[in-house]
């Protein structure tokens, strides 16, 4: 089957579309932009041995995972408030808002139509009521959630091939280019950072396109199932689960999830004592299921036995840790060169889609030009390290010296101008050119540079525990995303979208 997509269709879906997490009240409601840069793909790298899996002695025992400690859930909403309608409001995604089912706030609210809502309307909105508790099963571990040392050298064209399934002989237009089954997949688990294993074990389990080779019909359009029309075909039916694996992940590593409100709108109570890896697919399951079937999707009978049967057992695969305790960036300059004035003018916010951490900042070239024009300025690099890609507005740079974007530190330039742009196996030093800022590579309204960091392929958020630092301005902000600062020793610079003296920086 051969279908055309484009990827700029996720801004629409970063817009449109709710994760089915929910912060409690006083917490920090985590979420990122909805970046739809989509023209990278998988980087075919042979993985180091010390970062191949053991296999396991069949005979000997399982072994337990390691217990995590329980984490500080957000407290869950115990009073009725009221709720003012606001222009795009359904009652699902208010009830989503809120933790409560529709039918509960139709019953509460005495609605006749629930298709018909009055901006300006108040409604009453009572309190979460749990109506399943989340089990305390491990489905996997971190490393096989994030695109990792674990995974770094797993070949995804060789496993689909062997497999011989519906995914093995299909293929997708995607921006005007032909690609395959596996050559989708693999570029969504590069563009989000998601294991590409774990891609392969959720669509198999929703869909059996790795191993059958004539699924269901219904899944043909819609092979995660999510019967959106505006996601039709593989690849935005795999942006919006890597998305929303990322999505758990990333919340629960702040402890910024309460709840996990299922399909149907059941409200299941969290376990504090799951890991993050585990959360992510939870949060995935929870938009795939209602209150039938989430019980065994999150079972050892579910999700985690196809993983199983794929791949082994899943925590003999496990990297720790992922991101080391007393880990410490890199010496890093600003991305320009000497003089220039550049216009900071997003601070964090999402480095991939509006799953991921707020790991991304942004930054306008020099000039009075708005929107996409040609620039002349030059994006430096940050530190030194090789080119590990180079295609379609991105760039990657590994920083560790072993030419593998998933270990260790790495940076992703984004937007960057094909021309002159630097060239895979080009080693920069810092202060390098990189190339020039631009609108290429997926969605972007004005010529600029998207720039985030990964260690170890995790997003590392530019205003958490470990900032963002360049030249000594260190990154901040305060729970509204795209806003933030930049801070040198008295001097701030204000992230701001245009070009004024409150958000003008330059080395």
């Known amino acids: 089957m051969k279908i055309k997509r484009l990827a700029g269709l996720i801004i629409i879906i970063a817009a449109t579309l709710s994760g089915c997490y929910q912060p409690g009240p006083g ?51 115990a009073e009725t408030v009221q709720y003012t309608v606001q222009y795009g409001d359904t009652l699902a995604k208010i009830a989503q808002q809120f933790q409560v089912t529709v039918t509960r706030l139709i019953n509460e609210n005495g609605i006749s139509n629930a298709d018909q809502l009055v901006i300006g309307q108040v409604l009453v909105v009572p309190p979460p009521v749990f109506e399943l508790t989340a089990t305390d099963f491990k489905i996997i571990p971190d490393s096989e959630l994030v695109n990792s040392p674990s995974n770094a050298g797993f070949d995804v064209a060789t ?30 688990a590069l563009e989000y950072s998601v294991n590409p294993r774990l891609l392969l074990t959720v669509l198999e389990y929703q869909s059996g396109w790795v191993t059958k080779s004539n699924p269901d019909g219904e899944t043909l359009d819609y092979p995660m199932r999510v019967n959106i029309s505006w996601l039709q075909g593989l690849y935005l039916q795999l942006n919006y689960a890597a998305d929303l694996l990322n999505r758990g992940y990333y919340l629960w590593e702040i402890n910024a999830i309460s709840a996990w409100i299922l399909s149907d709108n059941t409200v299941v109570q969290v376990d504090p004592t799951i890991n993050a890896g585990t959360a992510g697919v939870l949060n995935l399951l929870c938009a795939l299921t209602t209150r039938a079937d989430w019980p065994l999707a999150t079972s050892e009978d579910g999700i985690y036995a196809v993983y199983n049967r794929f791949f082994g057992y899943p925590f003999d695969n ?99 101008d094909s021309a002159d742009r630097v060239k895979v196996g080009d080693y920069l030093d810092a202060g390098d050119p990189v190339g020039h800022p631009s609108c290429e590579g997926g969605y972007s309204t004005g010529t600029h540079l998207h720039i985030a960091r990964r260690y170890n392929g995790e997003w590392i958020a530019a205003d958490g525990s470990l900032p963002f630092i360049m030249d000594g301005w260190v990154s901040s902000g305060y729970g509204v995303e795209y806003d933030g600062y930049l801070t040198k020793g008295e001097l701030t610079v204000e992230a701001w979208d245009g070009r004024s003296s409150i958000n003008a920086i330059q080395r």
């Open 27 to 77: 917490a920090k409601e985590w979420q990122a932009s909805g970046l739809t840069d989509s023209e990278r793909y998988f980087i075919a790298t042979a993985t180091p041995a010390d970062f191949q899996p053991t296999a396991s002695d069949p005979v000997s025992p399982m072994q337990t995972p390691t217990p995590n400690n329980p984490v500080v859930l957000p407290t869950v909403r």
């Open 159 to 188: 496993f689909v091939s062997a497999r011989g399934g519906y995914l093995s002989t299909y293929s997708e237009e995607v921006d005007g280019v032909s690609l395959t089954g596996s050559q989708i997949l693999a570029r969504v």
């Open 318 to 416: 496990a990297y720790d840790p992922m991101i080391p305790e007393g880990l410490v960036q890199p010496e890093f300059q600003l991305p320009f060169e000497m003089g220039d004035v550049w216009s900071y003018t997003s601070g964090p916010h999402g480095g991939w889609d509006s799953g991921s951490a707020w790991a991304a900042l942004d930054f306008a070239p020099p000039g009075e030009a708005l929107g996409c024009f040609p620039s002349d300025a030059w994006v430096v690099a940050l530190a030194s390290g090789q080119v590990v890609y180079a295609q379609d507005g991105a760039v990657i740079q590994d920083l560790d010296g072993d030419g593998i974007w998933q270990t260790g530190w790495s940076i992703l330039y984004m937007h960057i």
